[in-house]
């Protein structure tokens, strides 16, 4: 029994050498002696008090015996390496747009290197963790805003959140993290709201409402465009919200201003109902144009509601075209000086009016075709007053010449757009020609007429493509018609018939007629050459020469002495005044009455002839 006790006292002095041993490894080496000292004192105490607390018994013989011992080191949850924060700051200045994403992120660390999750709640109450499921908030999934996927242990987490119309401006949130323990899942008590300016809430920025947009067109160019709108924005957190308005030519608005169709007009920041006006241009095409609203928030935010992005239809009135009278000039055939007939007892065409019309809807329709349709000219003698060369029935080749007349009446040509004068949709202004003949009988306005201190005027209406026309307008300033004389001699012989040497005619029977074709009256320069039967090489001689002055005449059939005696030298003026020819089919006319003396001297029998001249000179316009 002693040998034993031996035993056990120097296996206790063992394990407690092997303990002091294990912890004065850890001394540093020149406390090696003292520690020695040490254990071998601590030693010997241990074994004198064993000994003497050691009861004196029989020794008996028996076995040894253990107990085994167990715990269950619980999971603990993850723990915050970097506080939850919004990913984007949405603020009352830096809103989140409804139906955008809104993140939040944080980083979680789990002791256990368990993957975590990020749970974003709309209470602060303690979240449930779940084994084999993600968690939930308190309260249930009506309570989260976002959760995060798995993620692995100190890796950043992302709970992303679309948000949505219905949400209020301002929301709070609380993240928190829960790890994904399959046995014994786990989250961190402590809840993040984030920090200065990433923090909760998060702000919720609604669309403007925008349901009726509307212009008070139809405008004429020039007039201007209203348009009005019914639209408001209901934020109200710090400073309420305003709306602006964009009125785009083109379907093309880019969330802050019009596309490259262009702007008609836009708006500053209005609280409600914002409205804009545009000027139409002139010119203008009248026509449709399409005219498209947008409304946004002080955030650039788009409206909803009908009314976003729709089509208010801006009208342009057709108005009517306008001529200008110092844009009216009475041409002659060249182009150049005063009106000159060139062609007795018809017409002389190729006069011409010019003239520029404008139209505030261009000079180009929206057809690309010409904007005037129809022009219309009146051509008058000044003294006829423009109201009285209107209809068909005014219609005088003397001095009135209305479009209403016609052809055959009067033969005006197309009126033609010059080519050139148009330069596109841009341009309110076109010049146009009509081209037009005028009878011989047109009255002249020249000095020596009947009408000095008259002219020629024209007057000029243009019809659109859309019928509306202008009022007749009246030159400026118009143009001289000069006298025109022309006659004809409807006799082209005088046969004095079978005479006598010594014989004459008794009375002037024999005539020759003169009519007036041009537009004067007419009056007559007369000469004449001697007679012979070897005409034009007569010998001048008394026997075979009948000498011209043996011819008399006179206006009317009178006695032989009482006519005038033919010139054969110097012509002398008849004034035989043919009145001026008034009417287009037939010419006023007059005949010159002639008689002739067979001087007795003649001794040559035989044929004798000659050859009278007759120029015709203006007759005083009183005898016209």
Known sequence: MIRCRVCFYIIIISAVNFLMGNIFKKIEWKTIPMAMFILLGFSVLMMLVFM?????????????????TSVTVLNTPPQWTTDAQESTESSTNTPTNAGSDLSITGIGTDSNNDPYFLLVCKTSGAPTPFSNAPPECSGGSGNRWSRSATTTSATNATSTYVTQASDAELNDWFAFICDANASNPACNATYKVGTYPTESPFVVNHRPSFTVFTDNSPKDPGQTVTWTTTASDADVVVTADTVQLFVCKANDFTGTACGAGGTYCSTGASTTDPSCNFDITIPTQDRNYTAFGFVVDNHNFAASGGAEGSDSVLTVNNVTPTISSSTIALRDTDSVGDLTLLTMATQTPGFSVRFTITDDNSCLNASSGNEISQVDINVFRSGIASTSCLVSGDYNANNCYPE???????????????????????????????????????DPTDAGSQFPSQDWQATVRASDNNFATSTWTQTETGNEMTSFLAFDLLTSSINYGSLQPGDLNAFLVQNATTSATGNTGVSLNLSGDDMCTAYPSCSYNATDTIPSTEQHYASSTVAYASGTALSSTTPAFFDLAVPKSTATSTQANRATDWGIRVPPAITLAGAYTGKNTFVSVVSDSSDW
């Open 52 to 68: 003497n607390s050691q009861p004196s018994i029989a020794p008996t013989s028996a076995e040894a015996s253990t107990a085994t």
């Open 404 to 442: 209403a007349a016609g052809i055959p009446v009067w033969n005006t040509s197309s009126s033609t757009q010059l080519t050139g004068t148009c330069s596109g949709a841009s341009d309110p202004d076109a010049v146009w020609a009509t081209s037009f003949p005028l009878y011989y009988i047109a």
